[in-house]
C-alpha cells in the first residue's frame, strides 16, 4: 500500500552535511509515522530517529541526537533527514520506513511496515 524510494545519499567529508529525501506513494502515507534506520556492515540495522504523522512529535538515537533534524511535507508525500556534522561512524546504508498502524514513534525495525530500497551515505575522515 505505500512504496517509498530514498535519495540523496553520497560521499562526504566528516563534518560534512546532507540531506536524505524519502518520496511516499500511496493515499495512507499521512497516516504513518515514519522513521529512518541505518545498517553497516556487519552490523544490524538501528534506529536513526522517527516522526508522528503531523510531524509534531520526534525521536532521535542518542548518537544522533543534536545533529540529525527529521522533517515531513505531508502535501508533497515526502520525509526528510538533514544530517549535519556527520562522523565516519555514521556511514551505512540508510532506509526510509512507514509504521502504518503506530500512534507513537517507535524504535524497532520490527514495527515498521514498508521500507525502502535504501540511500548509501558514506563520511570519509
Known amino acids: 500500500q505505500v512504496q517509498l524510494v530514498e535519495s540523496g545519499g553520497g560521499l562526504v567529508q566528516a563534518g560534512g552535511s546532507l540531506r536524505l529525501s524519502c518520496a511516499a506513494s500511496?493515499?495512507?502515507?499521512?497516516?504513518?509515522?515514519m522513521g529512518w534506520f541505518r545498517q553497516a556492515p556487519g552490523k544490524e540495522r538501528e534506529f536513526v530517529g522517527g516522526?508522528?504523522?503531523?510531524?509534531?512529535?520526534?525521536l532521535y538515537a542518542d548518537s544522533v541526537k543534536g545533529r540529525f533534524t527529521i522533517s515531513r511535507d505531508n502535501a508533497k508525500n515526502m520525509v526528510y533527514l538533514q544530517m549535519n556534522s556527520l562522523k565516519p561512524e555514521d556511514t551505512a546504508l540508510y532506509y526510509c520506513a512507514a509504521d502504518a498502524y503506530g500512534i507513537l514513534v517507535r524504535s524497532r525495525a520490527e514495527d515498521y511496515e514498508y521500507w525502502g530500497q535504501g540511500t548509501q551515505v558514506t563520511v570519509s575522515s
Open positions: 516522526i508522528s504523522r503531523t510531524g509534531g512529535r520526534t
Open positions: 500511496g493515499r495512507t502515507f499521512s497516516s504513518a509515522v
